[in-house]
């Protein structure tokens, strides 16, 4: 999520303030065309940043100094309309600041505090839900600074939200799982599809890609921890048709014994993707 700080003529704003008010772990109700079509999980506290491109000419009169806030949001199967249940929702609208209207339609805001009373009946309204998502996002710890990253810190050519991106991205975390995501629903050779137990594995090595391809969803593929694993360390890779191969250093009893076809086809990558699994297979794969 990113806000600006202030309004265009330079006055406070709630809304903006509250930007600098979430924690990681905070639940975000997305509310897009009178539903609410999506529900996310801050994973970081805001921190100043430049509006980002992605934006284009939305907000053209804002201030380009904002806030932005790392929060991961999934599509919801089942969006729901306050508007049908404000018999429900009404009694536990604030009186300042709220979100939604008296007869369900959206305020002209951007974040609001939801209150506990009207947490609990979204939640009701939305079922398992809200709780799925929870279980799926995972907030990161923090992790101490190893010297590749020290040294990323001390660059003076980006700013400061895309240094925290890039190693994110490093981690299998951030916007760079955020856009592999997008991609890729599910670990292509196991099914799993919770996220949750999934890894975020870049194609060609983080270590080895530029900035951009550090942030591309396309180097990107989600991944059961046992198959990261021997993606990772080159005992696996793919064709561009989805066809599985196997290093002549893998011991095909890991196969048998993780119960992996060695004959499966994981479907078709990208063009962008098999750019890098071209990278992978050249570089990284034990033949």
Request: charged residues 25%; negative net charge.
């Amino acid at each position: 999520m990113w806000s600006p700080k202030t309004n265009s003529d330079g006055s406070r704003s709630q809304f903006y303030i509250n930007m600098t008010l979430v924690e990681p772990g905070d639940v975000v109700y997305s509310f897009c065309d009178t539903y609410i079509k999506a529900v996310g999980v801050v994973t970081s506290k805001a921190v100043s940043s430049s509006k980002p491109t992605e934006f284009g000419s939305s907000g053209a009169t804002w201030s380009d100094d904002g806030w932005y806030v790392e929060t991961d949001f999934i599509e919801l199967d089942s969006p729901i309309k306050p508007s049908q249940y404000m018999d429900l929702l009404k009694p536990t609208l604030p009186e300042k600041y709220s979100p939604l209207q008296e007869n369900g339609n959206g305020n002209q805001v951007y974040l609001c505090n939801v209150p506990e009373t009207m947490t609990l009946v979204l939640n009701k309204l939305l079922g398992r839900q809200v709780e799925d998502v929870v279980e799926e996002i995972q907030v990161p710890e923090e992790e101490e600074q190893d010297q590749e990253e020290q040294h990323l810190f001390q660059r003076r050519d980006i700013a400061e939200t895309e240094k925290k991106q890039l190693i994110k991205a490093r981690r299998g975390q951030g916007l760079f799982r955020s856009r592999v995501g997008i991609l890729e629903k599910c670990c292509r050779v196991t099914g799993v599809n919770k996220k949750a137990h999934l890894r975020a594995s870049h194609i060609k090595p983080w270590s080895k890609s530029t900035d951009s391809e550090k942030l591309d969803g396309n180097n990107g593929l989600m991944l059961s921890p046992h198959v990261d694993h021997l993606f990772d360390k080159g005992y696996i890779s793919f064709t561009n048709d989805g066809g599985l191969l196997l290093s002549s250093k893998l011991d095909r009893n890991i196969m048998n014994l993780w119960k992996i076809q060695p004959d499966i086809n994981v479907g078709k990558f990208n063009p962008n993707q098999s750019d890098y699994l071209e990278y992978h297979r050249d570089n990284i794969f034990k033949k």
